[in-house]
């Protein structure tokens, strides 16, 4: 089955279209952020706190995103969700300077609750619509959406955030929101509705205990979070800021370097989802970790960079897809809601912790080459940690 087979669907396709839209936007004002703050003086702690407000609010959240999405109607769950981020991005424009930063952290931690209760909401939504081979398509199909906005909006964000400021981008993004609600008005979803009975404290108590029973599920869980190694927002902010603005302005090198990054996550799948599997997963593993090393090696000179992080991003997706895959298979339909929201929750600490660590450490004295050595290494053990639970919990060998 073909990504084109499965955009067939008509509501897969209308999502997609509708996630196009909005993660385009959402990447697009990232470079605003970021430069904005550069621009106003941050230092490291502060670049690293901005980048973590955008992750923190799957952490702190979890519980009551999952109870929400399996109660609310997705559709009506969904504008309301793209109404709020239209707001909080709107407010960025009356931020403009450090002594207000707290206000536009307040502002990020909003937006990206919305954006965070969104992706779970649908990636539980997706197992109810399809399943097998167009599930698995479905999941890399949004994984490769995401990263192609990552790419163009990296890119397109930090040209436009140069030549026209940063109020004018935040602007085109909430308009770009607003695109995504009008689509929205057209989806028909048909599904069987699963009615709770339970109190929400019931609700929650009975998914935790759920998860805390599925041993395989967890595992799986604490896999899936080592794609947060690769949240780099903060290092390449720091990169952008120490290393290369004699040569490039801030905003275009941030733009550039997650978009050639983005382009890499964008290519991968095309070559190697294919092959990917549970007999083998632990070599992309171990291939992700060398591809971080090249990049550490590589990241003093720019051009040279570009191409590291081309190479980093060529594994990712696929390591993020197939992971999320192997959950989606493992959980009960009633529960898939609060799962997929403690999944995100335990994934975006695995951010947060990468965010924290690399602000931290450059702050302490630890060079940036040491600390991108550092996060490539951690994959070196998830390699080890795989094998360990491939030989105790699946049958292949």
Same mark, same amino acid.
């Given at each position: 089955?073909?990504?084109?087979?499965?955009?067939?669907?008509?509501?897969?396709?209308?999502?997609?279209?509708?996630?196009?839209?909005?993660y385009?936007?959402?990447?697009?004002?990232?470079?605003a952020?970021f430069?904005m703050?550069?621009?106003?003086?941050?230092?490291?702690?502060?670049?690293?706190?901005?980048?973590?407000?955008?992750?923190?609010?799957?952490?702190?959240?979890?519980?009551?995103?999952?109870?929400?999405?399996?109660?609310?109607?997705?559709?009506?769950?969904m504008?309301?969700?793209?109404?709020i981020?239209?707001?909080?991005t709107? &407010? /960025?424009?009356? $931020?403009? +300077?450090?002594?207000?930063?707290?206000? !536009?952290?307040? *502002?990020?931690?909003?937006?990206?609750?919305s954006?965070s209760?969104?992706?779970s909401?649908?990636?539980a939504?997706?197992?109810?619509?399809?399943?097998?081979?167009?599930?698995?398509?479905?999941?890399e199909?949004?994984?490769?959406?995401?990263?192609?906005c990552?790419?163009?909006?990296?890119?397109?964000?930090?040209?436009?955030?140069?030549?026209?400021?940063?109020?004018?981008?935040f602007?085109?993004?909430?308009?770009?929101?607003t695109?995504?609600?009008?689509?929205?008005?057209?989806?028909?979803?048909?599904?069987?509705?699963?009615?709770?009975?339970?109190?929400?404290?019931?609700?929650?108590?009975? &998914? /935790?205990?759920? $998860?805390? +029973?599925?041993k395989?599920i967890?595992? !799986?869980?604490? *896999?899936?979070?080592?794609i947060?190694?690769t949240?780099?927002?903060?290092?390449?902010?720091?990169?952008?800021?120490?290393?290369?603005?004699?040569?490039?302005?801030?905003?275009?090198?941030?733009?550039?370097m997650?978009?050639?990054?983005?382009?890499?996550?964008?290519?991968?799948?095309?070559?190697?989802?294919?092959?990917?599997?549970?007999?083998?997963?632990?070599?992309?593993?171990?291939?992700?970790?060398?591809a971080?090393?090249?990049w550490?090696?590589?990241?003093y000179?720019?051009?040279?960079?570009?191409?590291?992080?081309?190479?980093?991003?060529?594994f990712?997706?696929?390591?993020?897809?197939?992971?999320?895959?192997? $959950?989606?298979?493992?959980?009960?339909?009633?529960?898939?809601?609060?799962?997929?929201?403690?999944?995100?929750?335990?994934?975006?600490?695995?951010?947060?912790?990468?965010?924290?660590?690399?602000?931290?450490?450059?702050?302490?004295?630890m060079?940036?080459q040491?600390?991108?050595l550092?996060?490539?290494s951690?994959?070196?053990?998830?390699?080890?940690?795989?094998?360990?639970?491939?030989?105790?919990?699946?049958?292949?060998?």
């Open positions: 089955m073909t990504y084109l087979d499965t955009l067939k669907h008509p509501v897969i396709r209308r999502l997609s279209l509708i996630q196009f839209i909005s385009f936007g959402t990447w697009f004002s990232q470079v952020i430069s703050i550069v621009s106003f003086g941050a230092d490291e702690i502060t670049i690293a706190l901005t980048a973590t407000m955008a992750m923190l609010p799957a952490v702190v959240l979890a519980p009551i995103i999952g109870l929400v999405i399996d109660r609310i109607d997705f559709k009506k769950l504008g309301i969700l793209l109404v981020e239209i707001s909080m709107l &407010g /960025f424009i009356f $931020i403009n +300077s450090l002594e207000y930063v707290w206000v !536009l952290m307040i *502002l990020i931690f909003i937006r990206s609750s954006a209760m969104l992706f909401a649908e990636m939504l997706f197992p109810k619509l399809v399943s097998g081979a167009m599930l698995k398509n479905t999941n199909i949004h994984s490769v959406i995401w990263s192609v990552y790419a163009l909006g990296m890119a397109v964000g930090g040209v436009v955030t140069y030549y026209i400021g940063f109020d004018l981008a602007s085109i993004d909430a308009m770009l929101y695109i995504a609600v009008l689509l929205l008005i057209g989806l028909h979803i048909s599904i069987e509705t699963i009615t709770h009975t339970e109190s929400n404290f019931e609700m929650l108590k009975s &998914g /935790f205990a759920y $998860i805390i +029973s599925q395989k967890l595992h !799986l869980i604490l *896999l899936h979070a080592s947060g190694l949240s780099f927002d903060a290092l390449i902010t720091l990169l952008a800021d120490f290393q290369y603005k004699e040569l490039i302005a801030v905003p275009l090198a941030i733009g550039w997650n978009a050639t990054r983005a382009l890499g996550l964008m290519i991968g799948p095309f070559f190697i989802s294919n092959i990917v599997s549970k007999h083998n997963l632990h070599y992309f593993f171990i291939l992700q970790g060398f971080i090393i090249l550490s090696f590589l990241e000179h720019f051009y040279f960079a570009l191409v590291g992080l081309f190479i980093t991003g060529f990712i997706t696929t390591l993020w897809s197939y992971t999320y895959l192997l $959950i989606q298979e493992e959980t009960e339909s009633k529960f898939m809601g609060r799962v997929i929201s403690y999944n995100d929750m335990i994934f975006m600490l695995s951010n947060v912790a990468t965010a924290l660590f690399i602000g931290y450490a450059s702050k302490w004295g060079s940036l040491g600390i991108t550092t996060l490539g951690g994959f070196f053990v998830y390699a080890a940690y795989y094998l360990w639970f491939k030989k105790s919990y699946l049958d292949v060998h």
